[in-house]
């Protein structure tokens, strides 16, 4: 049982846009920043949004996050094969005085 | 090129220690706290433990603590976690993880960041 929520699956096409929600609380998502990451099966995690909706250099703008008050959502848009990947939604939960991660999204292409 | 290499992984008997290491390079080490995060095979990230930049504040989750031990050699630029006791369900990779700031925990009402930067893990088997 995580203390972020995630779908446990998502899917789309080639050239849609999809979105992960990331559902927590007011000890976690609602005080702290949302990061998201990427791991392709077999790789070690990649950054993909850091502080709510920031990308790192690298990544490109088809991938956005957003946060809304005890939620957070990640899109990606122009959909591609490469993306396939989990992703992961984290935040500092002060109740825990921990870092919780949602359970992953395993993201498919059709 | 900036970078976390993990290493001393390996296959341990129920009850065994072992001690894990992560060698940052490309960036200067001791502005930044640093964290443990495993995956056991087939689930999900899962935060062990973190330590400031400093090596002055260490925390851990209440499934490892008094079994594992999170330190760092700032004049050596690595990370270490010793592990004792050790339990089939310790199976699972570690990844080292950094984070942006040199605190693991902010002050009070400030917003707190995760993990920007992580290495490319090694594999714990505890089985006998």
């Known amino acids: 049982h995580s203390a972020l929520t995630q779908p446990p699956s998502a899917s789309g096409t080639p050239g849609q846009r999809v979105t992960i929600s990331c559902s927590g609380g007011r000890s976690n998502i609602g005080n702290h920043y949302v990061y998201w990451y990427q791991q392709v099966p077999g790789s070690a995690p990649k950054l993909l949004i850091y502080r709510n909706y920031q990308r790192p250099s690298g990544v490109p703008a088809r991938f956005s996050g957003s946060k809304s008050g005890t939620s957070a959502s990640l899109a990606i848009s122009g959909l591609r094969s490469d993306d396939e990947a989990d992703f992961y939604c984290?935040?500092?939960?002060?109740?825990?005085?921990?870092?919780?991660f949602g359970g992953g999204t395993k993201l498919t292409v059709l | 090129e900036v970078q976390l290499l993990e290493s001393g992984g390996g296959l341990v008997q129920p009850g065994g220690s072992l001690r894990l290491s992560c060698a940052g390079s490309g960036f200067t080490f001791r502005t930044h706290a640093m964290s443990w995060v495993r995956q056991a095979p087939g689930k999900g990230l899962e935060w062990v433990s973190a330590i400031g930049g400093s090596g002055e504040s260490t925390y851990y989750a209440d499934s490892v603590k008094a079994r594992y031990t999170i330190s760092r050699d700032n004049s050596k630029n690595t990370l270490y976690l010793q592990i004792n006791s050790l339990r089939v369900d310790d199976t699972a990779v570690y990844y080292c993880?950094?984070?942006?700031?040199?605190?693991?925990?902010?002050?009070?009402?400030?917003?707190?960041?995760?993990?920007?930067?992580w290495g490319q893990g090694t594999m714990v088997t505890v089985s006998s």
């Open positions: 984290a935040a500092w939960d002060d109740t825990l005085s921990a870092w919780v």
């Open positions: 993880a950094r984070l942006p700031s040199n605190v693991v925990v902010p002050a009070a009402l400030l917003l707190n960041d995760a993990f920007d930067m």
